[in-house]
């Protein structure tokens, strides 16, 4: 059972910047897909950024397109999320997750294990 636990959450000022991790234990990191989702209250659950399970193909919401890069070290087992340019609308819990396949993917889902979320908060 992999456990997937993020961190790097925190409050910023618009135009800022905040570097997410997502840390996985237990079963193996490299095989698999890897995404960040968000959720602002009120609203569902959404695509951010996705990555394959070697890093070679990449996708992201048009929202923070040119804004965020997602990115992997499989040998440390982590995943990770620039976010630059932050803005007041990118206020949200941000999850990581992994799908147990080798294609990334921007459905929620096509992924099965989740981890508990960080906050990240943009003031204006």
């Known amino acids: 059972q992999v456990q997937l636990v993020e961190s790097g959450g925190g409050l910023v000022q618009a135009g800022g910047s905040l570097r997410l991790s997502c840390a996985a234990s237990?079963?193996?990191?490299?095989?698999?897909?890897m995404g960040w989702f968000r959720q602002a209250p009120g609203k569902e659950r959404e695509f951010v950024a996705t990555?394959?399970?070697?890093?070679?193909?990449?996708l992201y919401a048009d929202s923070v397109k040119g804004r965020f890069t997602i990115s992997r070290e499989n040998v440390k087992g982590t995943l990770y999320l620039q976010m630059n340019n932050l803005k007041p609308e990118d206020t949200a819990v941000y999850y990581c997750?992994?799908?147990?396949?080798?294609?990334?993917?921007?459905?929620?889902?096509?992924?099965?294990?989740w981890g508990q979320g960080t906050q990240v908060t943009v003031s204006s």
């Open positions: 237990g079963r193996t990191f490299t095989n698999y897909a």
């Open positions: 997750a992994r799908r147990t396949a080798y294609v990334a993917s921007s459905y929620v889902n096509d992924y099965t294990q």
């Open positions: 990555i394959s399970w070697n890093g070679g193909n990449t």
